[in-house]
């Protein structure tokens, strides 16, 4: 039996199933399902096994179905006829048997004498069906048609090429060294942090201005505008490549809830409104909103037609900017996979490139002009599931993070430490870092072990210090930031996340009881990290010293664009405790991103926080939580649906 047919089928087969799951998934799901149990190393990088697999199997593709091509006949036989005729001789003559099995001879033929065989065949032959349906689907060469056999085998080498195309042309055609931006970091009440990177050294030096920009919109003509004066903001004089050619700068003595304009002689500029005072809502629709999602990678969904440094998620957010009027982006992680599809390197260059080329995207822009972004770090800015505290390739990862994102970010808890603190409107946030100071994730395996830690002993107790600190007077809501998920209830692959770390966890929950118990105070965990979304809720033991209303809200959302899984991982187990409570399960989408809008109730004394799901553009769902009553009363549930 000829194999080339069945290895054409195979071999094509398998180009077009891995470049399907990898252009849609990037496999960072499914490497994982190999390697749970292994052992974290920077070799174990999601994305590694599909290329291979798409390369070997066009090679044995483009073989087999030369080979295939050769050996197919464009006909098949639908007549064999066969006649065979026994020349005279002295007994007589005699008919053989033909085809049909029809046959005379005379009396004497079992004659030992020696015939003389005249054999006549007759075949009759068909062109064959093109089969087009056949040839598409399966690879295999028409037996008649060059065109499609030429068609089906395009589509086999387009695919090998999309996967080329995904994996290197961003990175090796547009490194983006060249690209000159300023953006917005942290915005207080009274400062707003700003990033500037300019390579142009002729353009040295940069000189920044700012003026306010209060009903700007209303403004007709010049002499208007001109009763805004522009203020020096800063100079500067010098950029090199030791920061990448990146400068922070704080612009002081701003007003609350103001609305700015800020220019360089770079020809940069844009807009930020500061924060209102501490207790205080915007003072336009009597609400503080804030933004949060995780997890962004250009190009994907793959579109062998877009620009591929192009962020597909950022226009649907860029939709809803205006809309919603959001302090800032509360960005929880994997602004950067540096280990997807390909890792190039662990050097700072290739770090710093993936930093560049988002902020050289086209997208960019759009969501960046009017809206501050703050960062907490996650494992896709290092290495795939990071446990390895500061090892290689640690040192080279936290560089560009620490020019391009924490410079602009809230004040550190303390000198050098990549955990950060800050209080806005309504809310106390503590952004933590999950990543550099954990122990790993097998070592030991219990994750209710006592030596494990997610945070270290000095983070941890500064996470503590935050929770048990009272709330300024208006402040309603302490807000923990993590960028891996708090639940347990993700079952895969989980001891990447807080699941791998119970005994610790369960310290920092009691001390989250503590504040809703004791308090008017409620705590809520935004986290993002496994490309679903899922809204859980911690309430107290019952009969325990913690009254309902201390109940802990956890959201969790992601990807803001990236891949969603295409299994489902999120499963409440009932019998587990503490109970964890799913109030949502929406895992489907390319692009999610979360809304949270606080606003004041019962003159004051209470606060009320709605969270709101964006997906693919579209709001999806909403919930409702109030912050716990005053007293220390047993009190109401604190959720309202």
């Given at each position: 039996m000829d194999p080339w047919p069945a290895l054409t089928v195979i071999?094509?087969?398998?180009?077009?199933?891995?470049?399907?799951?990898?252009?849609?998934?990037?496999?960072?799901?499914?490497?994982?399902?190999?390697?749970?149990?292994?052992?974290?190393?920077?070799?174990?990088?999601?994305?590694?096994?599909?290329?291979?697999?798409?390369?070997?199997?066009?090679?044995?593709?483009?073989?087999?179905?030369?080979?295939?091509?050769?050996?197919?006949?464009?006909?098949?036989?639908?007549?064999?006829?066969?006649?065979?005729?026994?020349?005279?001789?002295?007994?007589?003559?005699?008919?053989?048997?033909?085809?049909?099995?029809?046959?005379?001879?005379?009396?004497?033929?079992?004659?030992?004498?020696?015939?003389?065989?005249?054999?006549?065949?007759?075949?009759?032959?068909?062109?064959?069906?093109?089969?087009?349906?056949?040839?598409?689907?399966?690879?295999?060469?028409?037996?008649?048609?060059?065109?499609?056999?030429?068609?089906?085998?395009?589509?086999?080498?387009?695919?090998?090429?999309?996967?080329?195309?995904?994996?290197?042309?961003?990175?090796?055609?547009?490194?983006?060294?060249?690209?000159?931006?300023?953006?917005?970091?942290?915005?207080?009440?009274?400062?707003?942090?700003?990033?500037?990177?300019?390579?142009?050294?002729?353009?040295?030096?940069?000189?920044?201005?700012?003026?306010?920009?209060?009903?700007?919109?209303?403004?007709?003509?010049?002499?208007?505008?001109?009763?805004?004066?522009?203020?020096?903001?800063?100079?500067i004089y010098w950029l090199s490549n030791e920061t990448d050619y990146t400068y922070p700068l704080t612009i002081s003595r701003l007003q609350p809830s103001t609305r700015y304009e800020y220019a360089a002689s770079n020809s940069q500029s844009g807009y930020f409104q500061t924060a209102p005072s501490i207790g205080e809502t915007n003072p336009r629709d009597r609400k503080f909103t804030f933004l949060t999602s995780s997890c962004i990678k250009p190009r994907f969904p793959y579109n062998p037609l877009s620009h591929p440094l192009e962020i597909p998620g950022f226009a649907h957010l860029a939709q809803w900017i205006p809309k919603v009027q959001a302090s800032f982006m509360l960005f929880l992680g994997d602004f950067i996979y540096v280990d997807v599809p390909h890792r190039f390197g662990i050097d700072k260059e290739t770090y710093r490139r993936e930093y560049r080329q988002v902020?050289?995207?086209?997208?960019?822009?759009?969501?960046?002009?009017?809206?501050?972004?703050?960062?907490?770090?996650?494992?896709?800015?290092?290495?795939?599931?990071?446990?390895?505290?500061?090892?290689s390739p640690y040192p080279s990862a936290i560089d560009p993070f620490t020019h391009y994102q924490a410079s602009t970010n809230p004040p550190p808890v303390h000198d050098g430490a990549t955990y950060y603190s800050f209080t806005q409107s309504l809310a106390s946030f503590f952004l933590l870092d999950t990543r550099s100071y954990r122990t790993p994730e097998f070592a030991p395996a219990n994750p209710s072990s006592p030596s494990k830690s997610m945070l270290g002993s000095t983070q941890l107790h500064h996470l503590l210090a935050f929770l048990r600190a009272p709330s300024p007077p208006g402040v309603h809501w302490k807000v923990v930031v993590s960028s891996i998920p708090f639940t347990r209830n993700w079952r895969f692959n989980n001891a990447d996340t807080w699941a791998g770390y119970l005994h610790e966890r369960q310290t920092i929950l009691e001390a989250m009881w503590d504040v809703g118990a004791t308090s008017s105070t409620g705590v809520v965990v935004l986290s993002g990290d496994r490309h679903e979304f899922a809204a859980t809720s911690f309430p107290p033991p019952r009969g325990g010293k913690w009254r309902l209303a201390a109940t802990v809200h956890e959201f969790s959302t992601s990807p803001l664009s990236m891949f969603y899984l295409p299994v489902r991982t999120y499963v409440e187990d009932e019998e587990e405790e503490p109970k964890e409570v799913c109030i949502k399960y929406l895992p489907g989408g390319n692009s999610k991103f979360g809304i949270v809008e606080m606003e004041n109730v019962s003159g004051g004394e209470q606060s009320l926080l709605r969270f709101r799901l964006v997906v693919d553009g579209e709001e999806a769902w909403a919930y409702v939580v109030s912050s716990p009553p005053a007293g220390k009363g047993r009190g109401k549930d604190a959720v309202w649906g």
């Open positions: 071999s094509s087969l398998a180009i077009r199933g891995s470049a399907y799951v990898f252009l849609r998934w990037v496999t960072d799901f499914l490497a994982n399902l190999s390697c749970i149990e292994a052992n974290k190393s920077n070799d174990q990088i999601p994305g590694h096994h599909f290329p291979p697999i798409v390369l070997y199997s066009l090679i044995t593709f483009l073989v087999s179905f030369a080979l295939t091509s050769r050996e197919t006949s464009p006909y098949e036989i639908v007549a064999d006829e066969v006649d065979i005729v026994v020349a005279d001789n002295d007994k007589g003559r005699v008919r053989a048997e033909d085809s049909r099995g029809s046959a005379f001879h005379d009396a004497d033929s079992d004659s030992d004498e020696e015939v003389e065989l005249d054999i006549e065949e007759m075949v009759v032959l068909e062109e064959r069906d093109p089969q087009i349906f056949k040839t598409l689907l399966f690879g295999l060469p028409s037996p008649t048609s060059p065109f499609w056999s030429l068609v089906t085998m395009a589509i086999n080498v387009a695919l090998a090429l999309c996967v080329g195309d995904m994996i290197f042309r961003g990175p090796l055609l547009y490194p983006s060294r060249d690209v000159s931006f300023i953006r917005v970091g942290h915005v207080s009440d009274s400062s707003a942090n700003l990033l500037i990177r300019e390579p142009d050294l002729s353009k040295l030096p940069v000189y920044i201005s700012f003026r306010n920009a209060e009903n700007v919109e209303y403004e007709s003509n010049e002499s208007e505008q001109s009763e805004r004066p522009w203020k020096t903001a800063g100079q902020y050289a995207s086209p997208s960019w822009p759009a969501v960046s002009s009017s809206l501050p972004w703050i960062h907490v770090l996650d494992d896709h800015e290092i290495a795939n599931d990071w446990d390895a505290n500061t090892t």
